[in-house]
């Protein structure tokens, strides 16, 4: 597989778990977040998957788009698999609720993603 080839997959493993987190989260207040484990858990998963997917994209490509955070998309992924004690409710929820919907529309723009 060719690295842009490669590419599209992971861009694509990206916007389809930043789609899901949109979808799962749409009409959930923090609150009912915050009492919902299971959504919790869900939400955390699929971040993981956004920040080891984003780790996986070439150099190249992540230059060519550099406006898009993934340096912070990957640190948020350690974050979640080594130090998920200090993970903070508030701070997945701010994630999800303002970044989640810029990140899926930089990818349907600059990225030109379906």
Do not use: C
Request: without cysteine; charged residues 35%; glycine residues 4%.
């Amino acid at each position: 597989m060719s690295p842009e080839e490669r590419d599209k997959a992971y861009l694509w493993d990206i916007l389809d778990a930043a789609r899901q987190i949109d979808a799962f989260i749409s009409g959930v207040t923090l609150k009912a977040y915050e009492e919902d484990r299971k959504l919790q858990l869900a939400v955390e998963r699929l971040l993981e998957i956004v920040g080891e997917a984003t780790r996986r994209l070439s150099d190249d490509f992540r230059k060519e788009h550099e406006r898009i955070p993934w340096g912070s998309m990957v640190g948020l992924r350690n974050v979640l698999a080594h130090e998920y004690g200090d993970i903070r409710n508030d701070i997945i929820w701010r994630i999800a609720t303002k970044r989640i919907p810029d990140l899926i529309q930089a990818l349907e723009e600059r990225a030109k993603l379906p």
